[in-house]
């Protein structure tokens, strides 16, 4: 993602953050970990690399209050693992986690997984933001409270910014506490036949904690069920009456089997889509798919496709109404991050151009769609 | 009359020129919302009737420097929608049709001047609702409740306006429309949905909103316990909270409020008793049923004097009026008021409480408390009498509550927004940095400062100006909404 002519740095406080953004001229890569380097429009070369993954740990957690503030650079998977004592987690699971992305990466990368079902994205679990603007401005939105409608909502603006707006520095993130029980019912099912299942399922009063659908082995329907381990077997049971004979308790690693088609095999490129979740089967159906995943609830796909096939991928998913995003590029291949511009594209250029006028951070993660801001 | 012949004719030649309203007469029925202690005539009222006429109508706005606020239904408690001088007020009233409701993939489709309750009352055929209910939900508008990311009695669980909005159409100040958001929960770059969402109309008019719709749970058990104090309430709320349960709503009321809920509407709450805890679980029936038991155990365990269990439908929304009607019931109690709304962590309610007994005793003023304790968001009333000459007094309390719970690390609003009401209270919270990129992200969609100036920002203009004392609004009299 850098040059060998970039220089780094790896401040580990807000103030140093800060310095690095002053002290430095010319473009700037913010970095995480890595999970998510090349995902979007590719990154041109940069004159520094602002690494966060310096800014670690958690500045306050009150678990009476169900709140936590981190430093950004904070892995989610050691801040879960911090919580978990109290018996609260952060309730977002995609895939990289596992990975060792960091907090701010993935708000910045608008990533979830299949609990986004129920809880949404980051963006409907980030309560408050401290962000450090190109030059060298430190704002905060949000707060320490769930519920708080105060000023403008930053955290929103810098959710799917992909570095491009600012350096998240500090993150709070509102908790839920862990279920005591959960259980995955699999059921063997064909894409093209998998939306009725889901229809009924989302249309009963069975309120699944997710519902996805994946490629692997001739492909399958997982429902995930989360509650209390008094009431978890009835409603096990009721699922797959509703199912039929063929619904059986998933593989201990049905999930981790989900996670990997998310991650891609590294061959194909790996595309976001996003749709009106009833016209996401068919969708996808046309764009060629080697490998998916698809949020029957949520309405988000991830796929596996030729790398030749993703500009008529984003175009078909434009065309449909609905959003696409690359996430892997194999080496060296010139894959576009974006599909056409959405309508509000002048807004998000008259933002960067506002926020960051000289164009310093993550040039040419929105290309095309931001060149007209410098 | 400022604005000139000019600009009128533009507006009726965008517009049917009889939904271009210029009376003073008539243009006085716009002159503030629910916070009536601020108003302001508009020169003129523009009743557009669909999506197309609001552009237009705004790029005669935009072409002649001509500032605008826009009007949902008026029953906003924060002043976000009182006119400017010199400037128009665009109503979307005549935007009111559901445009699609779809049962399978749980949305509906609406325009802004559609009420909060009616989208429920188009799902409901299909079992399915909308979530976010603010209190005034009968007449408040969903393009009301967009710019004000509005909350209710259900957001503890369910979250609020912001999680249950997929995409807004939105005019933009220069008078395009755009899309924000999407059909998923992907998006295609930043979240500008979710920057628009509660920004108090200063970004935009949303002329058409697609919201997720949530199938109605299968159960739901709400009951009404009674206790000795406010601190043994709220840590009854806290042992809930540690048992890992998420109530659907927790919401508690004290003696003052207890007594005028009970006066106005006899909902069968006890007089007298210090706090009276109502919390509400729903969701599949065996879960619901296991938990109940547990919040009941704790209720007992915590010395409740009373536990009453709703059992139907009926009981369930008696103990729901009381609540409800808390607000309006203050009348009762007192000649004048008014309403407070703050957010401190929750752990820090029985502190604030406290902390606001001693700042009332201090004031000689009486403080009426009800608020959603799951979210700390607390509702003062402060009481006074006007015509004891305790305006000034009261104001003051009410003011100095706010930013007390700024203090205790809560926030200026937690629903009813900033708008003008506490635009000046704005650095009390935020730091000259964190406003001034707000500023900036409002001077992206809105360069020339037309939409709703004056509104959320601190402006030297308005913070020398002083509020008149609250008026009940005409549907607040009317028993129509509740201020909450």
Redesign the interface.
Known sequence: MSTSSSTSARPTDLKAVRDTVLDTAGTIAIAGAGTAAGWAGDLAPVDTVLDTTGLSGVIAH??????VAVRAGTPLRALQEELSSH?QHVSFDAARVADGATVGGLVAT?D?GPA?LVF??L??LVIGVT?V?ADG?????G????????????????????GA?GVLAEVVLRL?????GGTTIALPCPLDGVHEHA?RI??????PAALEWMSADGGRLLVRLE??L??LP??EERIRELLGPQATRADDDAWEQHAALVRGSGRGAVL???????RLPGLLAGLGCQAATVGLG???ATVELPVEAVADAHATVHAA?????LRYRPDGAGAPG??PA???V???V??K???DPAGRFGPGR?SP?MEGAQ | MTLDGVVRKAFEEALDPRDVISDPVRCRAYECDGLTGYRVTPDLVLLPRDAAQVAAAVRVCAEHGVPFVARGAGTGLSGGALPVADGVVISLARLKRVLEVD????RAVVEPGVTNLEITAAAAPH?LYYAPDPSSQQVCTIGGNVA??S?GAH??KY??T??HVLSCE?V?PDG?????G??????????????F???EGTLGITTKITVRLL?A??SVRTLLADFPSITAAGDVV?DV??A???PAAVEMMDTLAIEAAEQAVHAGYTVGVPAALVVELD?????C???FEQVKEICERHGCTRLHIAGSAEERAAIWRGRKAAFAAVGRISPDYFVQDG?????RLAEVLGRIAAMGDEAGLRVANVF?AG???LHPLVLYSAEAGETERAEHLSGAIAELCVEL??????????GTD?ACS?PK???E??????R??????D?GGICNPGK??PTPRLCGERPGKYRPHALEEAGVIERL
């Open positions: 009150n678990p009476g209050d169900m709140t018996g608008a979830s986004a949404g994205s963006r409907d962000i603007l401005s430190v704002a905060r939105s707060g320490h409270v769930i519920k708080n409608v105060a000023g403008y909502d930053l955290a929103k603006l810098l959710h799917g910014s992909y707006l839920h506490p862990v279920p005591r229809a989302l249309g009963g009063p069975y309120e509650g209390t008094d009431a009835a409603r976001r889509v996003g749709a009106r979740p009833s949520t309405g988000v109404g609905g959003t696409s995003v974006w599909g959405p309508s509000a002048a807004v998000l008259a933002l151009r506002e926020l929105f769609w | 049962p399978v993939d749980r079992g004000e990311n909350g957001c503890l979250g609020f912001t999680n939105v933009l395009s429309l755009v899309t924000l999407s059909d998923s929960g992907e998006q295609a770059g930043p979240d500008l949905r979710g920057v969402l509660g920004s199938r749970p299968e806290s909270v540690a890992g349960i998420v969701g599949p029936a065996a879960e049923d296991v938990q957010v401190v962590p929750r752990t959603h979210d700390g968001n690390g809560g926030s200026l609003s937690g629903e009813h927004g900033i506490k704005m919270m935020f730091g940095e964190d406003l001034a990129t707000m900036r992200v409002r001077s992206a969609f360069p959320v920002l």
